[in-house]
């Protein structure tokens, strides 16, 4: 499957990817666990953060999901099992 194949089935708007995100993901080294994860997730933590209007909202809800990816086993606070 490639990326683009990944994103086929989503029903709502795709989200761009800020710069400010991708390179938080590249420094925590995280990069690849967000690749993992599927579609959606990775679409929905993105739209998430974009939709804060606050910079200090959008800088805690990044911290989240860095936070979430770092431990693998959580998306939006919820338990998330991995294939």
């Not at 929905?44 to 606050?54: M, P, S, T, V």
């Amino acid at each position: 499957m490639t990326p683009q194949d990944k994103f086929a089935n989503l029903k709502r708007d795709r989200n761009p990817m800020p710069k400010n995100v991708e390179v938080a993901l590249v420094e925590s080294d995280l990069y690849q666990a967000f690749k993992a994860r599927p579609a959606y997730q990775q679409n929905d933590y993105l739209g998430w953060i974009i939709r804060a209007k606050r910079d200090a909202t959008k800088q805690k809800r990044m911290k989240q999901m860095l936070e979430e990816l770092a431990k693998g086993d959580v998306y939006m606070k919820m338990s998330y099992n991995p294939k």
